[in-house]
């Protein structure tokens, strides 16, 4: 049975830091993860999709690796401001991870 | 290209009554998640159907629950005799096809949030 962890589950940051979000899973025979962020009271708003014969995938700010062997995804966001304050969370063959609840302080 | 799309956003219902939920993918998806999300738990996946056909519902209750994804028209999630404990936001997501023994990128709705009195 597939299990998603992500620690910690909060973080708080000043802005402009750069920073990396941990997702680890037990299951590495997979095809894909996908990163997602969802803000308070909303629905998830897709980030990345990075396949497994990828090593990373980029988008803007932000850029996700994948590991296998290892059973690790990072996600990687530089500069980081107010407004990615959110709930980040990871995913596998339909396994989420509780998500990590990001706060960047002005 | 209009996203996924859920209602109601918001659902009320007493004790014993049915709640349904309504999902409709975004345009040219054929394939449809539902999910589960509570506070303390997370997300976690119930079913998924592909037009007419459930393909795997392994992580949804085995009473009260059903789903369904016609030829024609929105997915339906349907909880009979709601109870406290179905209180919980629940979201939809869609997929274009199935491909390479997995699960393509996914795209969330917005979620309906059950309260049952």
């Known amino acids: 049975k597939q299990e998603v962890t992500q620690i910690p589950a909060a973080l708080s940051v000043p802005e402009g830091e750069n920073l990396v979000l941990n997702c680890s899973f037990t299951?590495?025979?997979?095809?894909?993860l996908q990163w997602f962020r969802q803000d308070p009271g909303k629905g998830l708003t897709s980030l990345l999709l990075?396949?497994?014969?990828?090593r990373e995938q980029t988008s803007g700010r932000l850029n996700a690796s994948l590991d296998k062997s290892s059973g690790r995804s990072t996600l990687y966001i530089a500069a980081s401001q107010p407004g990615d304050s959110a709930t980040y969370l990871c995913?596998?063959?339909?396994?989420f991870g509780k998500g990590i609840t990001l706060s960047v302080r002005p | 290209n209009a996203g996924v799309m859920q209602n109601p956003r918001h659902l009320v219902r007493r004790r014993g009554q049915e709640a349904r939920l309504r999902c409709s993918p975004m345009?040219?998806?054929?394939?449809v998640y539902w999910y589960r999300q509570l506070p303390e738990e997370g997300l976690k996946f119930m079913v998924y159907?592909?037009?007419?056909?459930?393909?795997?519902e392994s992580g949804m209750p085995k009473e009260r629950f059903s789903a369904e994804f016609p030829k024609e028209g929105p997915s339906i999630l349907r909880i009979q005799q709601v109870v406290r404990g179905d209180s919980a936001a629940y979201f939809c997501?869609?997929?274009?096809?199935?491909?390479?023994?997995?699960?393509?990128?996914?795209?969330f709705g917005p979620g309906t949030r059950l309260t049952v009195l």
């Open positions: 159907l592909q037009k007419e056909n459930i393909i795997d």
């Open positions: 990075i396949q497994s014969s990828q």
């Open positions: 995913a596998v063959k339909l396994t």
């Open positions: 997501a869609s997929s274009p096809r199935y491909v390479s023994g997995d699960h393509n990128e996914q795209f």
């Open positions: 345009k040219g998806h054929s394939h």
């Open positions: 299951d590495s025979a997979i095809y894909n």
